[in-house]
């Protein structure tokens, strides 16, 4: 997958939907003859997407009362076919690195960090989850608008399964980079309305999968100010080593 022919609007330069509406018109394959468009699900998508998060950050912010939201993550698997909002507080960070922070946990965690970064763990200059949705204390739920959404992505893929066998791949790979962008760009029409406070670290992230680190990377550069992608980038270099 070429992530960064869909991440190429970076710095916070919103609004470049030019990225990717032209390859979305040829978006087709063949079907037993008939010829399928992806183009009109994925314009349909975008406002879905952005609707979905609405009604998620309203449940969310009724869950965390008072704490203060620091990142925000729309997180898809390595198929795309679902999606899923996950969200965290310093509050909630804060008591999970509480848990990363004593004798038995730190000794667990030797097992696989380097010891310097497991003494900056320690001594609470590193946090492990400041920027991995999994770990994030707040989503969206499952029984949320963007579990429908979800349903609907796996439906469309399952459509592209019929595709020939000399397109297949090109399809897969086509559809997977029209989600990213489709939710990048919700993302940034969310930013603008004000969803998500201006010091809040958005990004896009892939569940276990090894595109993950150029994903979230990419996102984050395009998602955020210049100073908060470089707190980002800081964050995630030590992190992956």
């Known amino acids: 997958m070429c ?7 970076v710095g916070g330069n919103l609004g470049r939907k030019d990225v990717c509406w032209g390859l979305l018109g040829t978006a087709s394959y063949k079907k037993k003859g008939e010829q399928i468009k992806m183009e009109q699900f994925f314009l349909d ?5 952005e609707e ?18 620091y990142s925000a993550a729309l997180v898809t698997d390595s198929d795309c076919i679902t999606l ?10 804060a008591k999970r690195d ?23 763990v320690a001594d609470g200059s590193f946090s492990l989850s400041r920027y991995v949705p999994d770990e994030w204390s707040y989503s969206d739920g499952t029984d949320s608008v963007l579990n429908q959404i979800s349903n609907q992505l796996y439906d469309q893929e399952e459509k592209l399964s019929d595709a020939d066998d000399d397109t297949y791949d090109e399809v897969h790979e086509q559809f997977q980079e029209q989600l990213l962008e489709t939710a990048a760009l919700a993302f940034e029409t969310l930013r603008a309305e004000g969803v998500f406070g ?3 670290i958005c990004f896009l992230s892939m569940s276990d999968d090894d595109r993950t680190p150029e994903i979230e990377d990419e996102s984050a ?3 955020n100010t210049p100073e908060q992608y470089e707190r980002f980038r800081a964050w995630t270099e030590l992190f992956n080593g």
């Open 84 to 93: 899923f909002l996950a969200v965290n507080t310093e509050e909630a960070l």
């Open 98 to 120: 509480k848990e990363d922070q004593t004798p038995e946990r730190l000794a667990e965690l030797r097992n696989y960090w380097a010891e310097e970064l497991v003494n900056q």
């Open 52 to 69: 979905a998060v609405r009604h998620a950050m309203e449940k969310i912010r009724r869950e965390i009362g008072q704490e203060h939201i």
């Open 221 to 223: 550069r395009r998602l």
């Open 45 to 49: 998508l975008k406002p879905a997407i």
């Open 198 to 200: 201006s010091e809040v």
């Open 3 to 9: 992530i960064s022919r869909f991440f190429n609007a």
